[in-house]
């Protein structure tokens, strides 16, 4: 299975998202923000990092990379797509995702390991996790301060589409909220790194689930 | 021609940078500020200012979370 991780101007987690990409057991696969396709990938991670120096907003302006064409289409039809931390900024800006992540609300950017619940373990990124676990894994972000309007947060609850809440919340986000899926499930942002908690030297292994997961939920 | 864009984070919307920068204020003895919001100022200049209204919607500002406007200043 081959695991596209798209490096854009300024992504700094796309090594390491390739090298827990390879631990996990699949095939990783560079691509770049000019690509005019996704070279076949059958899933694609969109890294952290600082997109095109984050100017104007996190995610702003690499949301009109040209491999971004492509990466809408595979998410529309249902590709499995995962955006970790400036990802998932990426994932809000380009609308396949609901809502935008502000800044901290304590004003600090936060660098640290928190605790956070699996909400939802039927999504391809969390189909390895046990509904209800809980994970250790690190945050390092100025930008994760999720924000939805009061309509859309009740839609996402009703519809069952946080995937990770934080037990400690480190940035002020609505409802808690660390990550969340598409109305189809197929597309999932957080603000925690799994790819930095993927080897016992980095202190867990609590992130390897996420990646792990989509090994066995590929579509066919 | 020039054109001043202004996005600000929208009403309702938690603005850390504004209330670091309100907490500050009276600490230097400037008392009775009971607000600030801060925003971002962008100028552009171009021949025409038919697509900037585009450019505030789909670049600019996030509607999400700003509002916007702008305004030819010469």
Same mark, same amino acid.
């Given at each position: 299975m081959r695991v596209g991780v798209v490096i854009f101007p300024g992504s700094n987690c796309d090594r390491d998202a390739m090298w827990a990409v390879e631990r996990a057991g699949a095939e990783p696969v560079e691509l770049w923000h000019a690509d005019a396709d996704l070279k076949g990938a059958d899933a694609v991670i969109?890294? *952290? *990092?600082?997109? &095109?120096?984050? &100017?104007?907003?996190?995610?702003a302006i690499a949301r009109f990379a040209r491999v971004?064409?492509?990466?809408?289409?595979?998410a529309r039809e249902g590709g499995p797509v995962l955006g970790i931390c400036n990802g998932f900024q990426v994932l809000c800006e380009a609308h396949l995702l609901p809502g935008a992540l502000l800044q901290n609300?304590?004003?600090?950017?936060?660098?640290?390991?928190?605790?956070?619940?699996?909400e939802r373990a039927d999504t391809p990124w969390t189909a390895a996790c046990e509904m209800g676990e809980e994970l250790t894994l690190p945050v390092a972000h100025n930008e994760g301060n999720y924000f939805a309007d009061p309509a859309t947060l009740a839609r996402l609850e009703e519809e069952g589409r946080v995937v990770l809440r934080y037990l400690e919340n480190p940035n002020g986000s609505a409802s808690d909220i660390a990550g969340?899926?598409?109305?189809?499930?197929?597309?999932? *942002?957080?603000?925690p790194h799994p790819e930095r908690a993927s080897d016992p030297l980095l202190g867990s292994e609590d992130g390897l689930g996420i990646l792990c997961s989509v090994l066995a939920g590929v579509r066919a | 021609m020039r054109v001043r864009v202004l996005v600000r984070p929208k009403q309702g919307i938690l603005d850390p940078q504004g209330e670091a920068v309100r907490s500050a204020l009276p600490a230097l003895?400037?008392?009775?500020? !009971?607000?600030? !919001?801060?925003? !971002?100022?962008?100028?552009l200049e171009l021949e025409s200012d038919a697509e900037v209204e585009a450019m505030c919607r789909r670049l600019l500002a996030n509607p999400t979370t700003e509002e916007y406007e702008w305004e030819v200043v010469g």
């Open positions: 969109l890294p *952290g *990092g600082f997109s &095109y120096g984050d &100017y104007l907003r996190p995610g971004m064409g492509p990466l809408e289409r595979f609300r304590g004003l600090r950017f936060v660098c640290r390991r928190v605790r956070v619940r699996v969340v899926c598409s109305e189809d499930r197929n597309v999932v *942002g957080m603000m | 003895g400037f008392e009775g500020v !009971r607000s600030v !919001r801060v925003g !971002r100022l962008i100028e």
